[in-house]
């Protein structure tokens, strides 16, 4: 299971890059203030390359070239964790460069947040690998219908795989001494049943492609990911990377008022 130290100072890095995020800073920049923290707080190694992807460089999966400039009316999709003593934190947080979605990402974000909760909530122990990747798979897929972005029938889309359009990778993966930690997914063929001890990475998103001209402008060229780190313990699930903001409202508190806590 991930150190409690590392997902600490990821989720506090997180948090100081929100605050610090304006237009004109180049991606990098952010970065540098995630490694600081990261740094000061004694963990000297990164868990994998910073990916700080603004605008369509949110869409590039493992893009960490980070020299865009932040550009107002763009989000950006910050994918940082750091190692502590062995262990290591991987979080992805999706904010608006100015500090406030517009409609469109909201509504695109709100249906992320959605999808994660319900992939949060099928880790259980006696449930399978592949359930909390399943509830993902609906909650996105219903809510890109309900916007108009997909059509067609829920369990339809499903089935032909045209949900993928938008959400073409995997919900998660094993964490813990390293980022895509060693373990079997599926064991003599069936997917594996969940168990007390295990630890992995919940991390839905959205890409909206910028040149579909079947989809409205204003959803064009969005791409969303919000990733947390999960424990099963004896008590439930475990949301370890619960520190760094993830609500719209804490988000947009966060880059409104620096990195000070909201009060809840
Ligand atoms: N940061 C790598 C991953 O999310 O899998
Ligand atoms: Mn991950
Ligand atoms: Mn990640």
Same mark, same amino acid.
């Given at each position: 299971m991930p150190d409690d130290q590392s997902r600490n100072i990821s989720a506090d890095a997180h948090r100081r890059a929100m605050a610090h995020c304006e237009p004109g800073l180049y991606e990098y920049?952010?970065?540098?203030?995630?490694?600081?923290?990261?740094?000061?707080?004694?963990?000297?190694e990164t868990a994998y390359p910073t990916?700080?992807?603004?605008?369509?460089?949110?869409?590039?999966?493992?893009?960490c070239s980070n020299r865009a400039q932040l550009k107002a009316g763009d989000l950006v999709l910050v994918d940082a964790g750091c190692e502590y003593r062995g262990y290591v934190a991987d979080i992805t947080r999706s904010y608006p460069v100015?500090?406030?979605?517009?409609? +469109? #990402?909201? &509504?695109?974000? =709100?249906? $992320?947040?959605? +999808? #994660?909760? &319900?992939?949060? =909530?099928? $880790?259980r122990a006696g449930?399978?690998?592949?359930?909390?990747?399943?509830?993902?798979?609906?909650?996105?897929?219903?809510?890109?219908?309900?916007l108009g972005l997909l059509r067609g029938e829920v369990h339809g889309l499903i089935e032909t795989g045209d949900y993928q359009h938008f959400y073409?990778?995997?919900?998660?993966?094993w964490l813990g001494m390293g980022v895509h930690d060693v373990g079997d997914y599926r064991v003599h063929g069936a997917w594996r049943q969940l168990e007390v001890g295990m630890a992995m990475t919940v991390e839905p998103g959205v890409y909206v492609p910028a040149d579909d001209e079947r989809i409205p402008v204003d959803f064009r060229g969005i791409g969303i990911r919000i990733e947390d780190d999960v424990a099963l313990t004896r008590d439930g699930v475990q949301?370890?990377?619960?520190?760094?903001?993830?609500a719209v409202a804490e988000i947009e508190y966060t880059m409104r008022h620096g990195g000070d806590l909201m009060t809840r």
């Open positions: 920049q952010l970065e540098a203030t995630l490694l600081h923290t990261f740094v000061d707080s004694g963990a000297r990916i700080i992807g603004s605008g369509r460089n949110a869409f590039v999966m493992h893009y100015s500090g406030r979605f517009s409609g +469109a #990402q909201r &509504a695109l974000y =709100d249906i $992320v947040l959605a +999808a #994660q909760q &319900a992939a949060i =909530d099928q $880790v449930n399978h690998w592949n359930d909390p990747h399943s509830a993902s798979v609906e909650v996105i897929t219903r809510g890109l219908v309900d073409m990778h995997r919900v998660g993966h949301v370890l990377s619960a520190a760094a903001p993830r």
